[in-house]
């Protein structure tokens, strides 16, 4: 086991009031759950290949259909200790759904990722990608947050993310602090806004950067069920624009005082 996996997701779920399975039903129906299991655990673990391609799309079916089915079914080194489904989302179109679901098969000595893609047309289920991935272990302990085995992109990702909140945090104190009347609430909640989000893979190093994000916190950590922990980080550009103007605010709040000036001085009569 990793030296340092602390950070779990299982209790950052219930901090939200989920456990795994509830959040993956939530993800899925029941109906494109049973289809996925009985594609891999009755179908293509026991070669039942014509079976599998009356299941597929016409547009993923070619030539090749049938080879690629036989190369999957030979990961499978035995009768499965367990399965789970690790991974659910789907997604709404106008007048389809498409399902991704992901099983994950565990065995004696290793572990195996059954990918499913179903789109769901007019009440038709069809299966539009199927892919098994053989794994060291499960995805449970490949995606905890550790720092074993982590390189440049995660700790760069991780020190970005330290430098963003104690930036915001410092910011946000020093406006507290001042007496700017009315406009520190203003600034107060500007201060806290993030734009333009970078989402680090704490799992695989990757980058992704959105320009029109925005975010209040502008530093946040999530995860799924089983999946990957996401470093989310946004240009703190309220803190930058408040700690730029700091010293012309203050200066507008000070009160003016009108100090007399001394008269000439009364001179004496002869």
């Not at 209790?11 to 456990?19: A, E, I, S």
């Not at 789907?90 to 290793?110: A, C, K, N, P």
């Not at 989000?197 to 994000?213: K, Y």
Request: neutral net charge.
């Amino acid at each position: 086991m990793p030296a340092c996996c602390w950070l779990q997701p299982r209790g950052l779920l219930k901090l939200y009031g989920y456990d795994r399975a509830s959040l993956l039903k939530k993800n899925m129906t029941q109906e494109d759950e049973t289809l996925a299991r009985e594609s891999v655990d009755d179908l293509l673990f026991q070669n039942r290949f014509d079976e599998i391609e009356a299941r597929l799309d016409p547009s993923v079916r070619n030539a090749d259909t049938r080879e690629k089915l036989a190369e999957m079914s030979s990961f499978f080194p035995s009768e499965p200790i367990s399965v789970k489904t690790v991974e659910a989302g789907v997604v709404h179109g106008r007048d389809t759904s498409t399902t991704t679901i992901t099983l994950e098969y565990q065995f004696q000595r290793s572990w195996l990722l059954a990918h499913i893609v179903i789109r769901t047309k007019d009440g038709v289920r069809t299966i539009t990608a199927f892919r098994i991935t053989p794994t060291a272990e499960p995805l449970e302990v490949m995606n905890e947050f550790t720092f074993d085995d982590k390189g440049f992109s995660q700790y760069a990702g991780l020190l970005l993310a330290l430098s963003v909140a104690a930036l915001t945090s410092y910011a946000f104190a020093l406006c507290i602090r001042m007496k700017i009347g009315k406009k520190k609430w203003v600034w107060l909640l500007a201060i806290l806004a993030g734009v333009c989000r970078l989402t680090v893979n704490w799992t695989t190093g990757e980058w992704f950067i959105t320009p029109l994000g925005f975010l209040i916190p502008p530093v946040t950590i999530s995860c799924t069920a089983y999946g990957p922990w996401m470093l989310q980080i946004f240009s703190p550009v309220g803190a930058i624009a408040f700690l730029r103007f700091r010293k012309g605010l203050a200066s507008e709040a000070m009160p003016l005082t009108v100090v007399p000036q001394a008269g000439p001085a009364n001179e004496s009569s002869a």
